[in-house]
């Protein structure tokens, strides 16, 4: 392991860890929040036109995908992780050029 504060701005592997998590409970959290209310609304538009739960499914789950990979995450998820302030460090997005 490395020692409390890595040399040249570098994250420990600790930090490295806590921004993993970070990550990954919010991503989860509201992930699973905004897709239960997407795919609640797409199951029942499907049996509102008739469609059988089968051929629904599997459109509801792709599609939900697709809402948290292009929606979710760098809508909600990364701009709260670039506002978080962790303990010894912040995220922070610089331009080059």
Do not use: N
Not at 42 to 66: C, D, K, N, Q, Y
Not at 84 to 97: A, I, P
């Amino acid at each position: 392991m490395q020692d409390e504060h890595a040399a040249g701005g570098r994250l420990t592997y600790w930090e490295r860890l806590a921004l993993t998590w970070s990550l990954a409970w919010r991503g989860v959290v509201i992930g699973a929040a905004i897709g239960s209310l997407v795919g609640a609304l797409l199951g029942f538009a499907g049996v509102m036109l008739g469609i059988p739960r089968e051929s629904t499914s599997i459109l509801i789950r792709v599609l939900v995908v697709l809402v948290g990979c292009l929606f979710i995450t760098p809508a909600i998820v990364l701009p709260m992780m670039l506002r978080k302030r962790f303990r010894s460090f912040h995220l922070e997005v610089r331009r080059t050029g």
